[in-house]
């Protein structure tokens, strides 16, 4: 059922308002004053566009709730108008905003501008009436809109989506509503005598920003159209008339899980319930179910417009459980009692951190983390790290720079703090270089030597982390009998075949020097300390 009346909304009143004020100024000389003040309303109708549109998602919403209480059978027609309306004027926005970006590229020739951003760095963004290179342009709008047709094109559109949605409204309604909607395209001008249609009057000779701004204000009158047909479906769905084939107690719980000190929030209502008659409801804590017999022991609720609230402490600790009745008055005006009941979880705000692998954290490297605590939606922060992974598994990069700082690392939860941990930052140590399996100094036998034909880097067992290190480069040198030969460089892990064959021909007690080793990781690459073994 529709409203009696449909009186001009203040959105209404001020875009006439701002329109009137464009009107007046398309009869002066386009001044730098002028061009700012199309800006300023510019601005003024998106914002009011943008806050139209917000109101109109929250109908949206209602509708889905009302489809949850009520029943898809009791609202069937009105929500699928509503999605019917919500599909065709995005589809006629959409329309409008593609429209204002080819506008835009007809006369600046592209549909982004470089601005600064805060930082100071240039970036690109979309064009608008005050970022425009060449908002002052008188031809170029009427060109596009006039000659190439676009305005009569957008009219017929305007047309045809005012027509579509006033046929979601009974027929005695529409004359009404079709003039409350606005979106009056058909009106013809009279200018110095001659007859103008719409498009002309609105597009033919005006400024870029004029002509730019005109749009935006279609937008938003297209959204209000969108608005006062919403409230008229919203208006059609009656719950006088319901007749209730199944109604139950429900109770809906802010959170099941509450900290020591806080409370435990809940609302309770009757699934499909009636705003104009609040029932009585009673509860008592520590109890699965509650009888009408019980209802002297229990507390009593107060509430207003069909909704009743439940708060409890929470100064224990564990689950705790309660239920309790709600009491409605039937259509023969007898009482009805419809039972509720929950229960919830009280713990202390705690969270443990645990390194993976050791208690620090190591720079240029993935440091495993776990984090547990009462739920997995929680936030983990580190600051001045990299942080990747989620349900309590994570990954944290320190950089280089934090060598030798710690990082206080929080969890969080529905913004509480959970709890929180220091962390040393070290450097990764350097691997130890080893020949083979393992040879570093001694005494060793050329046929030893020659089994082990490579140089491994290992961090050893003492390092938990699993960090693979590679070899890029090092220098053999030779000494025997005092007598030191030239370095021998070998690329890769692996000795060269020229110092495998100098092995093989040097004497007994020759040193055999192994330096310049070079090794790569995710941790960097790193110069390792050199070794020696004496050929026996």
């Known amino acids: 059922m529709g409203a009696t009346n449909c009186p001009e909304t203040p959105r209404q009143k001020m875009i006439q308002m701002m329109y009137l004020v464009y009107t007046a100024m398309l009869a002066l000389n386009v001044s730098a004053d002028i061009l700012n003040a199309f800006i300023v309303v510019d601005d003024t109708l998106q914002t009011s566009t943008r806050n139209a549109t917000h109101q109109n998602s929250n109908d949206y919403n209602w509708f889905e709730q009302q489809k949850l209480l009520l029943g898809e059978a009791k609202i069937h027609d009105a929500y699928v108008s509503a999605q019917s309306l919500k599909k065709q004027t995005n589809e006629m926005v959409s329309y409008i905003e593609n429209l204002k970006k080819d506008l835009i590229m007809y006369v600046d020739g592209d549909t982004l501008v470089e601005v600064k951003g805060p930082d100071g760095k240039k970036t690109k963004v979309a064009a608008t009436v005050a970022t425009m290179k060449s908002k002052e342009n008188f031809d170029k709008p009427s060109d596009y809109m006039i000659n190439k047709g676009h305005g009569k094109e957008l009219k017929n559109k305007i047309l045809a989506y005012k027509k579509n949605i006033l046929k979601m409204v009974k027929a005695a309604d529409r004359e009404r509503l079709s003039k409350a909607i606005g979106l009056d395209v058909e009106q013809k001008y009279n200018k110095e005598g001659a007859t103008q249609t719409w498009e002309e009057h609105n597009f033919d000779h005006i400024i870029a920003a004029a002509a730019i701004t005109l749009l935006n204000k279609e937008v938003g009158e297209v959204r209000n159209a969108e608005s006062l047909i919403l409230n008229y479906l919203k208006q059609s769905i009656s719950a006088d008339d319901f007749k209730f084939d199944h109604v139950e107690g429900r109770a809906i719980p802010k959170s099941q899980i509450v900290f020591s000190g806080d409370s435990y929030e809940a609302d309770i209502i009757v699934a499909a319930y009636d705003t104009k008659s609040t029932p009585e409801v009673y509860y008592k804590t520590g109890v699965d179910t509650l009888t009408e017999e019980q209802l002297g022991g229990a507390t009593k609720l107060e509430g207003e417009n069909g909704l009743v609230k439940l708060k409890l402490g929470a100064g224990g600790l564990g689950e705790m459980k309660y239920a309790g009745l709600i009491k409605v008055i039937g259509p023969n005006g007898e009482p009805k009692y419809y039972g509720f009941k929950d229960k919830y979880m009280v713990m202390k705000p705690s969270a443990t951190i645990a390194a993976d692998k050791m208690n620090v954290l190591y720079a240029g490297i993935n440091n495993p983390i776990s984090v547990s605590g009462p739920s997995n939606n929680m936030s983990v922060s580190f600051p001045g790290c990299s942080v990747s992974g989620s349900s309590g598994k994570y990954n944290v990069s320190v950089p280089v720079s934090m060598i030798g700082k710690t990082v206080n690392a929080t969890v969080s939860m529905d913004g509480r703090s959970m709890g929180s941990t220091v962390f040393r930052v070290k450097k990764v140590p350097n691997p130890r270089a080893v020949l083979g399996a393992g040879i570093r100094g001694g005494k060793r036998a050329k046929g030893e030597l020659l089994a082990n034909p490579v140089i491994r880097a290992t961090m050893g067992e003492d390092f938990a982390y699993d960090l693979k290190w590679g070899v890029s480069s090092f220098r053999v040198i030779f000494v025997s009998k005092g007598m030191e030969d030239p370095a021998m460089a070998c690329q890769g892990g692996a000795l060269s075949e020229a110092v495998k064959a100098k092995i093989q021909r040097s004497p007994a007690n020759t ?26």
């Open 511 to 536: 040193v055999i020097y192994f330096t310049d080793i070079k090794a790569s990781s995710e941790a960097g690459t790193r110069t390792l300390d050199e070794f020696s073994v004496r050929i026996r």
